[in-house]
């Protein structure tokens, strides 16, 4: 059904599965008979079968007059139907490349990939191939653009910046997709992310509460609103793992799924990610004015040159069984050599003072 719908509505970005995008919006005729909406939908869509779009329904994806609705809604004049999806509408043909996949599980539903830095999640402008979801359509079966099967046969049920490493859920039906994306838009899927933040933050533990919208000068940039103004609602849980004087250790747990949320939300409370270059991390935030801290700082951003963030584990519902799933990846090795280097640093200031 996603491929027989129009897309109206906003290109999704990575890591925001909250996303809805509109692929079809209908007022009903005044002369339009009472009928079923999944069967009014099916004869209005192209390519549409009545269970794709009884499992829209069945996940909230067809709203009438603003409100979602179960297939057996009876359809009236005037009536004002839309019909969403949570994966973005393809923009281009996907073409299938071998390339070594960290999967660290899959069954006939779903797989959970471990992402590395420096792969882009989905085929985009100035990124076509060497993606991830070039790899999963060859691992999944696919070889040319022109085979039979559709391309992909999976859904991203959610996305994570080029640079940062960890875990992605990807399903492999439209059931799972659907039920995955819900679970991710009613926020019950519980995610937990580690970062490397510059500065020593004082509190144990705490939430950011900010609305993240597109940087109003710089599009590509996001930009916390902390009064609401713009942007989308978005919340950030943190609490400390480790301190060394002049960045601390974190973990992010996140509410929202809101497009570079966790990068913005700490940079928005003063605390940017270490060596995140969009957000003024990759630079000297905190510390000293000596060249010997400089070079240390200079040779931690050699060690990890990206943004320290990591998506450490992930728990949700299956789609099929209903059994309560957890995964869990350790931190890259970049990452726990920068984390290595830091505690040397902190235990020679430790000594000296």
């Excluded at 046969?153 to 995955?180: P, Q, W």
């Amino acid at each position: 059904m996603a491929d027989a719908l129009h897309q109206s509505g906003d290109q999704q970005e990575e890591d925001n599965p909250e996303e809805l995008y509109e692929r079809l919006g209908i007022t009903v005729d005044q002369r339009q008979e009472s009928l079923r909406i999944d069967k009014f939908l099916t004869m209005r869509i192209e390519h549409a079968t009545r269970n794709k779009v009884q499992q829209a329904a069945e996940a909230g994806l067809v709203l009438v007059n603003g409100q979602p609705v179960k297939s057996n809604y009876k359809i009236r004049p005037g009536d004002q139907i839309v019909v969403y999806t949570y994966r973005e509408p393809p923009d281009t043909q996907i073409i299938p490349e071998d390339i070594p996949l960290n999967i660290l599980y899959e069954d006939e539903d779903l797989m959970i990939v471990n992402k590395p830095a420096g792969m882009v999640v989905h085929p985009g402008s100035g990124n076509r191939s060497g993606t991830l979801v070039n790899g999963l359509a060859w691992y999944l079966g696919a070889r040319d653009v022109s085979d039979e099967i559709p391309i992909p046969r999976f859904g991203l049920v959610h996305r994570i910046d080029k640079d940062t490493t960890g875990l992605l859920v990807v399903a492999k039906t439209d059931k799972a997709m659907n039920d995955l994306a819900k679970q991710f838009f009613d926020h019950t899927v519980k995610r937990r992310y580690e970062a490397l933040a510059w500065g020593n933050i004082e509190e144990e533990e705490g939430t950011v509460d900010a609305h993240i919208g597109r940087n109003l000068r710089y599009r590509k940039k996001m930009e916390a609103f902390p009064e609401g103004e713009h942007g989308k609602p978005a919340i950030t849980h943190f609490r400390v793992l480790e301190r060394f004087h002049y960045v601390t250790r974190v973990e992010c747990r996140l509410e929202t799924g809101r497009t570079h949320q966790i990068r913005v939300h700490m940079q928005h409370i003063g605390y940017p990610l270490f060596n995140d270059a969009t957000y003024g991390g990759n630079r000297i935030v905190k510390g000293t004015i000596f060249t010997k801290y400089r070079q240390f700082v200079e040779n931690c951003f050699s060690i990890i040159p990206r943004q320290a963030l990591h998506a450490r584990s992930i728990g949700f519902t299956h789609p099929r069984t209903r059994e309560e799933m957890y995964f869990e990846s350790e931190l890259p090795e970049d990452f726990r050599a920068v984390l290595e280097k830091w505690r040397d640093y902190g235990k020679s200031l430790t000594v000296h003072r």
